[in-house]
């Protein structure tokens, strides 16, 4: 059971232009969501984050939407840069007494093309 | 610099032989977890741990051992009851008793079996 789901494998875009990635969730109790960023062969590092009392959060060029009563969260990037392409993984935590217990999405490739 | 390093970055194995990946942090976190990574997948968790002697097996455990003598250290072994265990593998911590934080990555062991 995909309790986190990224549906679009990839996306690719013109520099300087929107990037808007998107992930659903299944699991109500998930209280914290992040996007995380990654190179092939190297581990992911941390992008951007949002906690459930809150519907956005912005970061530089990152923004992050969530939508809770549609379950439904959204990674848009403003504006994109060559330099953005990897795969983007969203994920989710149900908190509790470790928030590293992440469930993970497909994970989106991201490719801006100059 | 505060970090997590996996060793080694690759590693062949032959079918039937047990393999230990090393996983080791600096950032004082008492939570560390181990993932796996597949080809379109997202990142799945096989086991973590909150404190120091005391593990819990995470969604795919199955053939799959750790170890937790030091707050540092966090070991996978990969035993030959893994059906397949060519995957990259990726090691995480981050701290615990915290809401709304981050886990933090390693730069991940590729495993191959010959």
């Known amino acids: 059971d995909q309790q986190v789901k990224q549906n679009s494998p990839s996306l690719s875009v013109q520099e300087g232009r929107i990037s808007i990635l998107n992930c659903d969730y299944t699991?109500?109790?998930?209280?914290?969501f992040l996007w995380y960023k990654k190179y092939p062969a190297e581990g992911p590092t941390f992008l951007i984050s949002?906690?459930?009392?809150?519907d956005k959060n912005e970061d530089g060029r990152f923004t992050v939407f969530l939508n809770k009563s549609a379950k439904h969260l959204s990674l848009h990037i403003v504006p994109s840069q060559p330099g953005d392409s990897a795969v983007y993984f969203c994920?989710?935590?149900?908190?509790?007494?470790?928030?590293?217990?992440?469930?993970f999405g497909q994970g989106t490739i991201l490719t801006v093309h100059p | 610099d505060g970090g997590i390093t996996q060793s080694p970055k690759y590693l062949f194995r032959k079918e039937g032989q047990n393999v230990t990946l090393s996983c080791e942090q600096n950032l004082n976190h008492d939570a560390m977890y181990w993932y796996r990574q597949d080809p379109g997948q997202g990142l799945r968790l096989i086991y973590y741990s909150q404190i120091v002697n005391d593990f819990q097996k995470g969604d795919i455990a199955e053939g799959y051992s750790v170890s937790r003598e030091k707050k540092e250290s966090f070991p996978l072994t990969v035993t030959s009851a893994q059906k397949n265990p060519t995957a990259f593998y990726l090691c995480a911590s981050s701290p615990t008793g915290q809401r709304n934080t981050e886990a933090f990555f390693g730069q991940g062991t590729r495993l191959t079996v010959v």
């Open positions: 699991n109500s109790m998930f209280d914290y």
């Open positions: 994920a989710a935590t149900a908190g509790g007494t470790s928030y590293g217990k992440l469930t």
């Open positions: 949002i906690s459930s009392i809150k």
